[in-house]
């Protein structure tokens, strides 16, 4: 996972109190969406073009990854020799996921700023739009996924009949894994997701303090 570069981060205007941990895929993405920019400015009657390929691209990006992730497809991949798709797998593609859809209103602004107005309003603003739609219920998909594996890590546990110690253990294990390939927003929502479960595990067995050391 690599971060942002400053300068690239600026001119994209990444917010601040943001962190994002991204793989080398979503930071060529950007780099591309930047030099397409960069064209439209300087090639003003290719701007209509331009702007339809970018959307393209972003639209490509955000379903292959769908595909390859929430699909189990990199499964297939032999060169990714993958047995299971984990928390990390996840954490990895929501991060980037993520920073798309942070980074979406300001290309679109950039984008559409390139456009005569006639063309912005009809063609590359709705195509736009729908973009943003359709990252954000990627976003909730993974999410929702990543809270799924993370409630069945616990299950296993508690299948496998393990004191609490080694639950401690293993529950600490997770989160560094977690803390390797999430910002802290999304950390703090898997954080939770595992303290939803591990109560729940808790409860079966009163004389413990519901999450006294595990988070």
């Not at 991204?22 to 701007?47: F, G, I, T």
């Not at 390859?68 to 984990?86: F, M």
């Amino acid at each position: 996972a690599l971060a942002l570069e400053n300068e690239f981060s600026d001119r994209l205007a990444v917010p601040p109190d943001r962190t994002f941990l991204c793989v080398n895929a979503v930071l060529m993405l950007l780099q591309m969406m930047d030099a397409y920019d960069e064209c439209a400015a300087a090639l003003p009657e290719l701007a209509r073009e331009i702007a339809s390929r970018a959307t393209a691209l972003l639209k490509q990006f955000n379903e292959q990854t769908a595909a390859l992730v929430l699909g189990a497809g990199a499964l297939a991949l032999p060169q990714l020799q993958l047995k299971s798709l984990t928390a990390r797998h996840l954490s990895m593609a929501l991060q980037a996921v993520d920073l798309v859809l942070t980074l979406l209103p300001r290309l679109r602004r950039r984008l559409l700023a390139r456009l005569s107005a006639d063309d912005a309003e009809r063609l590359a603003a709705p195509a736009l739009r729908a973009l943003e739609l359709d990252y954000a219920s990627h976003r909730r998909q993974l999410n929702a996924k990543l809270a799924s594996v993370l409630r069945e890590r616990v299950a296993a546990y508690a299948a496998k009949e393990i004191d609490f110690a080694q639950l401690q253990r293993e529950h600490r294990a997770l989160v560094r894994t977690l803390e390797r390939s999430l910002d802290a927003p999304a950390l703090a929502r898997a954080r939770q997701a595992l303290y939803t479960a591990v109560v729940a595990l808790q409860l079966r067995d009163p004389s413990h303090d519901p999450y006294a050391e595990l988070i």
